[in-house]
Every structure is written in structure tokens, then in C-alpha cells.
T-cell receptor
Framework: DAKTTQPNSMESNEEEPVHLPCNHS???????IHWYRQLPSQGPEYVIH???SNVNNRMASLAIAEDRKSSTLILHRATLRDAAVYYC???????????FGEGTQLTVNP | DSGVTQTPKHLITATGQRVTLRCSPR?????VYWYQQSLDQGLQFLIQ???????AKGNILERFSAQQFPDLHSELNLSSLELGDSALYFC???????????????FGPGTRLLVL
């Protein structure tokens, strides 16, 4: 799978928006961008995915750059429960496995 | 709750031993994936089964094996255990075999294995 680059860590305050960036300059035209997160002592959980257009769901929004070389996961109002490692993953056709990078450790301050 | 269950939650054993980890996928999901999460290697894909058949292999050691049974639950067998096998083992499930690029995987809570 194509490689993604994320900051190792980010901090936010409770009830403020958080923008988590992901660079994927080698993305191919048909790769989907997926975000998963892993809360402490839990398995990863799906957050959102998209191809070209911005996407919204009950958990977050995904903003995808026009050239698709980067994307941003947006948590509109961070809560303490959002403290987790966030993984940006590119999904290709080669198979169903998920290739996790190091992700971004998000800390939410009260 | 993802709907994926894993047992046991914790497992402590000694080097050289063999253990079996069990996973029950979400109702209706035919694919089961196993991942290993260790401090130095991060989350790594081990193996995938679809409807009882092996479909893809990742960085799985020869000492490890898995199978998926007719009722779709899966077991991961780890043998000749070494200290370095200590890790979290996650099972995930999804509906399809190769999945579309939009397909979501649902992860279980994991089994924490400690080899002493």
C-alpha cells in the first residue's frame, strides 16, 4: 500500500476542533483514504473514509485536498473520549488487509 | 461494541508453550483477519480467512497458524512461544472476501499475550 505520513502527536483542548493531517503524496487515483482510531486498551475502530469529495459522518469529517496528496480528519468538538491514536490508511485493490503506520497520538486536555 | 468477540482477554504462558486464541466475527461477516500489535512493530497484519479458506498472508511466522471453522469463528495457534511473541493480538471481521476499497473492518477487543 502507498505510504502515509502523520505527525507523531497532537494536543487539543476539550470542546475545541481538532484537525489531524495526513500526507499521501504517492496515492493512486483509485485509492480510498480510511481513518481508524485506537482508544487506550481497545482495538482499532473505523472512523471515516473517502475518495475525492469531503465526507461527514456522526464521528468526524474528512477533508481531501484537490490533488488528493493530503487529507485532514476533523473532529468538530474534541472530548476526552477522543484521546486515541489516529491512523490514516490508504486502501488499494490489492487486498483487504489494512496497513497501519505509526499514527498520531491525540491528547485532549480538559 | 464492534460485535467481534475474542477470548481470552489475557494470557500468560512460558516460553516454548503453545496457545490458542479464539475469535468470533460479527454476525454475517465471512472474512476474519488477525493482527499483531507489539511495541516495536506496531500493528501488523498476520493472516486472513474467508468462509473457511485462507485468503492472504502477511508477516506471520511459521510457528503461527490459523483456521476458520464452519461456524465462521477463527482460531490463531501460536507454538514454541518466545519472549518476543508477547503482544496484543487483534481479530477483525468484514463482510466480503477481498473487500471493496470502501469496506470497513470491525476489530475485537484483543487478547494480550505475555510470554515469560
Amino acid at each position: 500500500d502507498a505510504k502515509t505520513t502523520q505527525p507523531n502527536s497532537m494536543e487539543s483542548n476539550e470542546e475545541e476542533p481538532v484537525h489531524l493531517p495526513c500526507n499521501h503524496s504517492t496515492i493512486s487515483g483509485t485509492d480510498y483514504i480510511h481513518w481508524y482510531r485506537q482508544l487506550p486498551s481497545q482495538g482499532p475502530e473505523y472512523v471515516i473514509h473517502g475518495l475525492t469529495s469531503n465526507v461527514n459522518n456522526r464521528m468526524a469529517s474528512l477533508a481531501i485536498a484537490e490533488d488528493r496528496k493530503s487529507s485532514t480528519l476533523i473532529l468538530h468538538r474534541a472530548t476526552l473520549r477522543d484521546a486515541a491514536v489516529y491512523y490514516c490508511i490508504l486502501k488499494e485493490t490489492s487486498g483487504s488487509r489494512l496497513t497501519f503506520g505509526e499514527g498520531t497520538q491525540l491528547t485532549v486536555n480538559p | 461494541d464492534s460485535g467481534v468477540t475474542q477470548t481470552p482477554k489475557h494470557l500468560i504462558t512460558a516460553t516454548g508453550q503453545r496457545v490458542t486464541l479464539r475469535c468470533s466475527p460479527r454476525s454475517g461477516d465471512l472474512s476474519v483477519y488477525w493482527y499483531q500489535q507489539s511495541l516495536d512493530q506496531g500493528l501488523q497484519f498476520l493472516i486472513q480467512y474467508y468462509n473457511g479458506e485462507e485468503r492472504a498472508k502477511g508477516n506471520i511466522l511459521e510457528r503461527f497458524s490459523a483456521q476458520q471453522f464452519p461456524d465462521l469463528h477463527s482460531e490463531l495457534n501460536l507454538s514454541s512461544l518466545e519472549l518476543g511473541d508477547s503482544a496484543l493480538y487483534f481479530c477483525a471481521s468484514s463482510v466480503a472476501e477481498r473487500g471493496g476499497k470502501q469496506e470497513t473492518q470491525y476489530f475485537g477487543p484483543g487478547t494480550r499475550l505475555l510470554v515469560l
